[in-house]
């Protein structure tokens, strides 16, 4: 499935277009938003903050969508040391484990260049394989959009 995503990655990338990336999990009515750093060597990895926002605050979730995009880097060094990269998303939903976390969460991942923003909806698969990209269900709208939090609840929908 990795190489599913990355084709998808590659189809939306132009060259040297430069894209923000964060990742959304909705769990018990609460969407948790990080930003998604991108290493020298290509690899997506959730860093903080970690915001929690009500999923019945699509301007609030808007607005935490607009800073974790933001706060998004390409380049950033490879990691030596894998730490527990869960853990700020464990401490927001004051959950003991991934396994916790995962196991009714719905995931999408965010990615905007400067013409669109991209929703990519994920197939929960459980706690240790997480989750798979629905392929062909992703949601595209301007980069200008001001509704990003609405448009992140509605493919939440989309999520299985």
């Not at 690899?43 to 915001?51: A, H, N, Q, R």
Request: aromatic letters at 6%.
């Amino acid at each position: 499935m990795q190489n599913a995503l990355a084709y998808l990655r590659h189809l939306l990338r132009g060259p040297g277009a430069r894209r923000q990336r964060a990742m959304a999990y909705l769990r018990d009515g609460v969407v948790y938003v990080r930003p998604e750093n991108l290493t020298v060597h290509r690899l997506g990895m959730g860093t903080t903050p970690v915001e929690a926002v009500e999923a019945t605050a699509p301007e609030r979730l808007g607005a935490a969508m607009e800073r974790a995009l933001a706060a998004s880097r390409e380049g950033v060094p490879h990691p030596v040391v894998w730490d527990d990269l869960t853990a700020p998303l464990r401490e927001a939903a004051k959950v003991r484990s991934w396994s916790a976390f995962v196991k009714t969460a719905k995931f999408v991942q965010i990615e905007r260049s400067a013409t669109e923003v991209v929703f990519f909806p994920y197939k929960n698969v459980g706690p240790r394989k997480r989750h798979e990209p629905l392929i062909g269900k992703e949601l595209r709208r301007p980069s200008t959009s001001t509704q990003i939090g609405e448009e992140l609840l509605a493919v939440f929908d989309l999520c299985e």
